[in-house]
């Protein structure tokens, strides 16, 4: 049984000013005790203290409902997810919100959507690049918000994720202490995307070193032959 992280989670969480209830901390208990048991079977995590969990997965992830005022009923896309964050906290947090997990290999699907039946939740789980998604008619500008977490420098993350977003929707870019030189470098991607009125919103350090949520409203449509190929997106950011 992993340590109990619940009251120290509650607490935590609101001196960054999110309220954590003593249901929602249950839940994020469960999170983290699957967590550490499939990361056992395969990688999903480098990060295996309980308190480092709190802090550098779970508060990290909050700290997305400070940044931008997401609507009741959203549609909420996390690409390139992982082990599920930031979008199973959101959800625990936001029950309301239709969430989409998108990643890449199915094994990490699997366990998210273990975590989901644990959770009592629902989510869609795509499983996909975030490339062939944005192309995918189907999906393709259709969120109020798309987030990403440790996937991608900026200019590249803004191709995977602005074709996904719908006019007005946000875009939100989790990032350290290179947010403001990875800003500087997107600023053709962004004009291009469709994406506008950037903001940089830094969070104070509790505990998992500088972080700065990048948020951007999409103003128009994105040109189509965006996103292009995996290979092109890395190799000839724009």
């Known amino acids: 049984m992993a340590e109990n992280i619940q009251d120290t989670f509650i607490h935590q969480a609101k001196a960054i000013g999110v309220k954590v209830t003593k249901e929602q901390a249950a839940a994020f208990q469960t999170y983290m005790e699957l967590l550490l048991e499939w990361n056992g079977k395969i990688n999903l995590t480098a990060i295996t203290e309980p308190k480092e969990i709190v802090e550098k997965h779970f508060l990290d992830s909050l700290t997305l409902l400070r940044a931008c005022q997401i609507k009741p009923g959203a549609k909420v896309i996390d690409v390139g ?117 950037v903001h940089l919103v830094p969070i104070e350090d509790f505990g998992a070193g500088e972080r700065n949520l990048i948020v951007v409203r999409k103003k128009s449509f994105t040109p189509k032959g965006y996103p292009r190929h995996g290979g092109t997106i890395t190799k000839h950011p724009l």
């Open 81 to 197: 997810t992982g082990a599920g964050f930031p979008g199973i906290p959101l959800k625990i947090m936001r029950p309301d919100i239709q969430l989409t997990l998108l990643d890449s290999l199915q094994k990490r699907l699997n366990f998210l959507a273990e975590v989901c039946k644990a959770l009592g939740i629902e989510s869609q789980r795509i499983h996909k690049r975030a490339e062939e998604a944005g192309l995918d008619k189907k999906i393709r500008e259709s969120f109020d918000l798309a987030t990403a977490r440790a996937v991608a420098p900026l200019p590249v993350l803004c191709e995977y994720c602005l074709p996904l977003v719908k006019m007005k929707g946000y875009f939100v870019a989790m990032k350290g202490p290179s947010a403001q030189e990875e800003l500087d470098a997107s600023a053709q991607a962004l004009n291009l995307l469709g994406g506008d009125e």
